[in-house]
């Protein structure tokens, strides 16, 4: 099966720096890949996602990258804010279900 | 009108006992799914329904049935519970397959004493 590895598991940026979380997956059939932000309490929320044919993709502040050849994808946000704050998940899906990172906690200091 | 909703929201209960927590969604999808998340944050499936039809179990106890009455509601049976069972349990939804992305709802979070 899917094996999603994260990396780190844990991260502090001060305000106004930038954050990168990094992923590597397992299955060469997994074809989507979309982030999560958890805030405390929360439900996960989709907040960027790529798919098997694109590189590169940005919104706003989030920007997530995938390499095919290397089976590795990152998420990057750029002048972070307080409201930043969360734990974010990677996901890679084969059709059937979404496999999870372990998660990245963030931490945003003012 | 909230698109993936779960009751209860948290569950109290003690060993042995038997419950129940209820999924339903009302974005037309035709995919859904139960995870499980451990005090360590990490989000684990457990079952997949498309259409009412059971098409993913994951290494999950027999004391864990997903029942889907239709392809809008999917609940999820504990029975004997156990200091182990405790967790957040999210139900979530994907249009068709899970490549569609998924919504989730807001959690269940289940506390066995």
């Known amino acids: 099966g899917e094996n999603v590895e994260q990396h780190p598991s844990t991260l502090s940026v001060q305000e106004g720096d930038s954050a990168v979380i990094k992923c590597t997956y397992s299955?060469?059939?997994?074809?989507?890949f979309p982030w999560y932000k958890q805030e405390l309490g929360k439900r996960p929320q989709l907040i960027i996602d790529i798919r098997s044919n694109v590189g590169e993709k940005k919104d706003q502040r989030i920007a997530v990258t995938l390499n095919k050849t290397a089976k590795h994808f990152s998420l990057h946000i750029t002048e972070t804010q307080p409201e930043d704050s969360a734990v974010y998940f990677c996901a890679a899906s084969n059709d059937y279900k979404l496999s999870f990172g372990a998660g990245t906690t963030v931490t945003v200091r003012a | 009108d909230t698109a993936v909703s779960q009751t209860p929201k948290y569950l109290v209960t003690q060993m042995g006992n038997d419950k129940s927590i209820k999924c339903e969604q009302n974005?037309?999808?035709?995919?859904m799914y139960w995870y499980k998340q451990d005090s360590k944050k990490f989000l684990k499936i457990m079952f997949s329904?498309?259409?009412?039809?059971?098409?993913i179990n994951e290494t999950v106890p027999n004391r864990f049935s997903p029942k889907s009455p239709d392809k809008a509601h999917l609940n999820l049976h504990i029975n004997s519970l156990e200091l182990g069972d405790s967790a957040v349990y999210f139900c979530?939804?994907?249009?068709?397959?899970?490549?569609?992305?998924?919504?989730f709802g807001s959690g269940t979070r289940l506390t066995v004493v």
């Open positions: 329904y498309n259409n009412k039809e059971l098409i």
């Open positions: 979530a939804s994907s249009s068709s397959t899970a490549s569609a992305g998924y919504t």
């Open positions: 974005l037309g999808h035709d995919t």
């Open positions: 299955d060469s059939a997994s074809n989507y």
